[in-house]
């Protein structure tokens, strides 16, 4: 009998980033700019996303229509800061860690990095034993 347990996913991944023009993101030296994130198969990602979903269910509660745009990505930031293992070959400022993560994704003049984590955080698929780097 087959164990599907074989082909569970990986619990991070790397995204190699990619500018507004599409091209990949380098620093001085050549090296290629990545985000390594947990995703959906990992506790890491299912505890943030239940901070998320909470968080969503309590401004509901409370009879507010609909949440403020700055409210709903500050949201989104601190969900994709708390799947963020590590900024690979770039810094942000002289934040570090998680208080760097939430910063970079809050920009909004490089707000295409949290752009390209979300739509690819949720992808499983970047997170199979055969996926290369996203």
């Not at 990949?24 to 985000?35: A, E, M, T």
């Not at 770039?90 to 994704?105: N, S, V």
């Not at 920009?107 to 290369?132: L, Y």
Request: with cysteine; glycine share 8%; charged share 30%.
């Amino acid at each position: 009998m087959f164990d599907i347990s074989k082909i569970g996913v990986s619990a991070t991944t790397t995204i190699e980033l990619e500018g507004p023009d599409g091209e990949l993101l380098v620093d001085d030296k050549g090296k290629q700019l990545s985000v390594t994130v947990y995703g959906p198969g990992s506790k890491e990602f299912q505890k943030a996303q239940g901070v998320k979903n909470r968080a969503i269910l309590e401004f509901v509660r409370k009879g507010s229509a609909k949440m403020k745009d700055h409210e709903q990505r500050e949201l989104d930031c601190e969900f994709l800061a708390s799947c963020t293992v590590s900024f690979n070959n770039f810094t942000y400022k002289d934040k570090t860690g998680a208080e760097a993560f939430k910063a970079a994704y809050l920009d909004p003049s490089i707000g295409f990095i949290a752009d390209q984590i979300n739509r690819k955080i949720g992808d499983w698929e970047n997170f199979t034993q055969k996926s290369d780097k996203t």
